[in-house]
């Protein structure tokens, strides 16, 4: 099931509604939604459930490059792009 949640009991009904064992989300570095979500983990394993995060290899490649603004990343990108075999 993919559905949007805002809670962690929301999250527990809906696996189980689904029959799940896993809650599967992308990986959320900083911002609200990752405060939102560091919240859940303890309810979710109370409730039998396995918080999974991915981080596409896209993501990791980039995301620490994308710091102090547009150039320091401009710079990067040709590096990132051989490193994920794309050039």
């Known amino acids: 099931c993919?559905?949007?949640?805002?809670?962690a009991e929301e999250v527990i009904?809906?696996?189980a509604a689904c029959e799940a064992e896993v809650v599967l989300t992308g990986g959320l570095p900083i911002g609200f939604l990752r405060s939102e979500i560091d919240t859940w983990e303890v309810p979710l394993k109370s409730a039998?459930?396995?918080l999974c995060e991915i981080t596409r290899p896209?993501?990791?490649?980039?995301?620490?490059?994308a710091r102090a603004g547009f150039f320091q990343l401009k710079d990067r990108i040709p590096i990132?792009?051989?490193?994920?075999?794309?050039?």
């Open 13 to 15: 009904a809906a696996a």
């Open 58 to 65: 896209w993501d990791a490649e980039f995301w620490p490059h």
């Open 80 to 87: 990132a792009l051989r490193s994920l075999g794309l050039v």
């Open 2 to 7: 993919a559905l949007p949640i805002s809670s």
């Open 48 to 50: 039998g459930l396995e």
